[in-house]
């Protein structure tokens, strides 16, 4: 009887173990899901701004008055931006930063030639 007892105890704590290491497994994988995706918006962050810099240099300077008009010559598609796991590839435009934030995803584009960051792109989303 003692045996058995002995033996049903260490099968509970090898099923508790084997358990407990799924969960941490589980999460792991989340966070690192969570990695790349902020990884490919930075990268989709870097596409846009060398569009941008392409247009510039292809415009005298100026840049584009939406951020939409780079599609074609400049971006095939516009890129994703990845927020809480969501991707979202809407555009706010506005003359300030502080205008147009409002952490829901997607892109903010500064097109306010008197802004100190005109022509400059961001992430609608807390860092």
């Known amino acids: ?16 173990l084997i358990i407990l ?12 899901k969570g990695l790349a995706l902020e ?3 930075q ?16 415009n005298e300077g100026l840049c ?15 890129p994703p931006h990845f927020h809480k796991g969501v991707a979202s590839d809407k555009i706010k435009e506005g003359s300030s930063y ?3 934030f409002d952490g829901t995803g997607g ?10 960051d005109y022509c400059e792109i961001y992430p609608n989303a807390e860092v």
């Open 1 to 16: 009887m003692k045996n058995k007892t002995l033996f049903t105890r260490e099968i509970l704590i090898t099923v508790f």
């Open 21 to 32: 290491l799924s969960v941490l497994c589980v999460k792991k994988v989340r966070d690192l």
């Open 39 to 41: 990884s490919i918006s």
């Open 43 to 58: 990268k989709n962050e870097q596409i846009i701004r060398e569009a941008l810099a392409i247009y510039r240099g292809d």
């Open 64 to 78: 584009p008055i939406h951020l939409a008009d780079l599609k074609g010559e400049y971006l095939d598609n516009f």
């Open 98 to 100: 502080q205008e147009i």
């Open 107 to 116: 892109w903010l584009y500064i097109n306010n030639k008197s802004d100190k």
